[in-house]
């Protein structure tokens, strides 16, 4: 069977140091018929367990720790037992959402994670967070990025464990090297390729932020 990969665009709140935004993110979720991942359990466990639709869901992984990636990932993982996996990196972060509730398995770079036959490949890619990664898959051509690369530019680092060139390293060093058709399907808003971001590279670190 085919993989494919499927969006749910879920809505709530992001917090960190002090304050609170209302977003949108989105919840990917790659696999076929009969079993999938879910990439960032946002918001509602309940809504993603309905677009999981009673396949097996064999991963829950997260791209980082903050609160709007991860805040329906144990309700998740108690509705359909799947692991939750996640960077060690972000243990500090994880903890300020889910003191008492531990991730079942720690994401290491470079390992790969299967599911109905894709191969998603975990890219170590801090900046937006310590433990921030992406997983590449290059059967499907695509990339998840998280909070690391958006239409744009890189993600947010203008708060606690975040580090603007850590992101601008990760980003040349890890993802723009990837294939130009690349497409990037992010933690929030629409894609893009990576192709389409390579050449803002210089803009972005004269940004500077």
């Known amino acids: 069977m085919t993989a494919r990969i499927e969006r749910l665009v879920t809505s709530g709140r992001f ?6 935004w209302d977003v949108e993110n989105n919840v990917w979720i790659v696999g076929d018929e009969r079993e999938v991942i879910v990439i960032d359990a946002a918001h509602d466990a309940e ?3 309905r677009a ?5 869901l064999t991963a829950i992984v997260c791209t980082h720790a903050h609160n709007d990636h991860v805040n329906a990932a144990p309700a998740l993982a108690d509705l ?3 692991p939750i996996w996640l960077h060690p990196d972000d243990l500090p972060l994880w903890k300020q959402t889910h003191p008492h509730r531990d991730p079942d398995r720690h994401l290491v770079d470079g390992q790969v994670i299967e599911a109905a036959g894709t191969d998603l490949t975990v890219l170590h890619t801090p900046g937006h967070a310590p433990g921030a990664v992406c997983l590449y898959d290059p059967g ?7 909070d690391t690369l958006f239409q744009g530019g890189p993600g947010a680092t203008g708060r606690s464990y975040s580090h603007f060139p850590t992101i601008i390293d990760s980003i040349r060093d890890l993802l723009l090297t990837l294939p130009p058709d690349t497409k990037v399907l992010t933690g929030h808003g ?3 390729t990576i192709g389409a971001e390579a050449p803002h590279l210089e803009e972005w670190i004269a940004r500077g932020h």
């Open 47 to 49: 809504a993603i367990a």
């Open 15 to 20: 917090t960190l140091d002090g304050g609170t």
């Open 140 to 146: 499907l051509g695509t990339v998840f990025t998280g």
């Open 190 to 192: 629409d894609a893009t």
């Open 80 to 82: 359909t037992g799947a």
């Open 52 to 56: 999981v639709e009673g396949r097996r």
